[in-house]
Structures are given as C-alpha cells and as structure tokens.
C-alpha cells in the first residue's frame, strides 16, 4: 500500500524517509514536491492554490495512493477540504500535533513564516473543542531566510533560540508549527514539551494507510 506526500519543500523528502525507515518499515512513499504552491499561498492566501492542491492529490490516488499526507501547515486545511470526496484519507501533517497542544492552558506557536500562524492557531482550537487555550503566536525572525537559503543549520538554531527565549508563564506547552522547524526540538534547553509534527503525522497516515 502506498502513501503519498504532498511537500512544498524537498528538504522533506529525506525526514518522512527516515522516519519511514524507523517507524514503518516497508510502508511505499510517493513524494510530491510543488514549491510553488507555498510561495503563492503565501502570497494568495492558501485557497488560492486549492484546485492545484485537489489536482496533485488526484493524481496520486489514481496512481495507487491509498492515502495522502500533506506536510505544509500552510495549506493544510485546503488539501483536508480538496480531499473530501477523493476516496481515500487525507490527512493534514500537524493534526496529530495541534491535538496534543490542545490539551494544554497555555500555548506557544512558533513559525518561520506568518502564513502558518492562523491555519495552525486554527487547526489547534478546533481540537480543542469547547476548551479555550490560551494560544500565542511568534514568528522566529530570520528563520524562513535562512531555510530558504539552504542554510538549514542556522534555521534549526534561530527555532531552538526562539524556543529557550519563551518565558516559562506563557506557555505550558511550545509547538513548532512547520515541519522544517521539527530537528529544533532537540536542540533546544528548555524542559517544557516542544511538540512537532512529522513523526505524529506519518504515525497517523500510515495508520490510515493500513485501514
């Protein structure tokens, strides 16, 4: 059975490979890679690029995908809606992580870039259901320029710093709301729970994959 990965970066590719190869060994990934489709959303806004979305997951379901996982918290949401009707799950990476967030009183959300910040705050209090969280966003200054720079170390860095620098009575609870950011929990010192998305996104896909 395969899955397919919707990216909006390669950089990706190797993490779900990886966590693959850990985690779920012998589950097939299919990867999708449309950098464009982040840089217009950004630009646009995410239900700009909504039918390219639904078009890319098409294709992959007609070429034996059996679920379809999108990576990019950005536009997340829209691939959840483009899905409705594909005959197979589609799965948003960060769902897992906004319900473990949701649990908390108070949360911290990182970003590199401000276009993850709503989808993300969004997505965490729809978890959440009728609790209300007190939710907080931050965009990690320089982060974003240097990921796009191919500068992947320094990004990691400006997340970990970004993380350590939150005071302990803001947040119970720090998410790292890009899947780029996820290597920066390890990074960082801090002894509150720093919750990122890939390994609980592909638990769940591959899980939805199994049936």
Same mark, same amino acid.
């Given at each position: ?41 950004? *630009?646009? =806004?995410?239900?700009? @690029? ?5 078009? &890319?997951?098409?294709?992959?379901? &007609?070429?034996?995908?059996? $679920? ?7 536009? =997340? ?6 899905? *409705?009707?594909?005959? *197979?799950? @589609? ?38 259901? $009728? ?7 931050? @965009? ?13 170390? =320094?990004?990691? $860095?400006?997340?970990?710093?970004? @993380? ?10 720090? *998410?790292?709301?890009? $899947? ?32």
């Amino acid at each position: 059975m395969r899955l397919a990965l919707l990216h909006t970066s390669p950089v990706h590719v190797p993490v779900f490979d990886a966590l693959r190869d850990q985690d779920h060994p012998g589950l097939e990934l299919r990867h999708l890679v449309s950098e464009e489709l982040l840089a217009r959303a950004r *630009v646009e =806004g995410p239900e700009a @690029v909504a039918g390219d979305v639904g078009r &890319l997951m098409e294709a992959a379901v &007609l070429d034996g995908a059996a $679920a379809v996982l999108c990576t990019c918290s950005t536009i =997340g949401g829209v691939a959840e809606a483009a899905g *409705v009707g594909l005959g *197979v799950p @589609v799965l948003r990476v960060d769902r897992p992580m906004a319900a473990r967030a949701a649990a908390a009183d108070r949360v911290m959300v990182l970003a590199s870039v401000e276009s993850t910040l709503g989808p993300t705050v969004d997505l965490i209090r729809d978890e959440a259901g $009728a609790r209300c969280p007190r939710i907080a966003t931050r @965009v990690v200054e320089g982060a974003w320029e240097r990921f796009a720079a191919g500068d992947q170390e =320094g990004c990691l $860095a400006a997340v970990a710093a970004a @993380v350590d620098a939150v005071p302990e009575g803001e947040a119970d609870v720090i *998410v790292l709301a890009q $899947a780029s950011m996820a290597d920066a929990a390890q990074l960082a010192a801090t002894r509150r729970p720093v919750l990122s998305s890939p390994r609980l996104g592909l638990a769940a896909a591959a899980g939805a994959v199994r049936g």
